[in-house]
């Protein structure tokens, strides 16, 4: 138990520091997070008896959030094209494909599941940085400032 308090009293105050500094530090911090989610998915997975690409749908995992974090999701469907395409030529090649489909659903599952949702945590962070400031302020601050005036 005390172990745990401790870490928390030095993750809690490393993690308000990163998120607000944004940048590429929040880009790693949310990379650790998918590295790890996606690692937990594929050993569940595996504990089912499904071998699904574990190897490469981290990379794929991976180079989804920086490709969200340089590009904004512009065409995040058609990166996820690709791997899925990528996933289904390497089914090829495995001699046993009576699973094939659990295998390939579960690669990509793990992509779209794990890597593609918490890329939006990047999206969301840096959407003042990849839209301008300007945008940010007619969006979040002004209506917070308006709304007590309306109502009241």
Known sequence: ?????????????????????????????????????????????????VRSYRTTGIICGLALSWYMFFRSGIYANLFLTLALLLIMALELTRRDNR???????????????VAFLASHIVLLRELPRSVGAAYFWVRQISPKLTVPLVGS
């Open 1 to 49: 138990m005390a172990l745990r308090i401790i870490a928390s009293s030095l993750f809690i105050p490393c993690f308000v520091v990163i998120t607000r500094r944004g940048d590429y530090h929040f880009l790693l911090l949310i990379d650790l997070v998918i590295l790890h989610g996606m690692r937990e998915f594929y050993a569940m997975m595996e504990m089912k008896g």
């Open 99 to 113: 699973t094939a489909v659990y295998n390939i659903a579960t690669t990509i599952m793990g992509v779209v599941y």
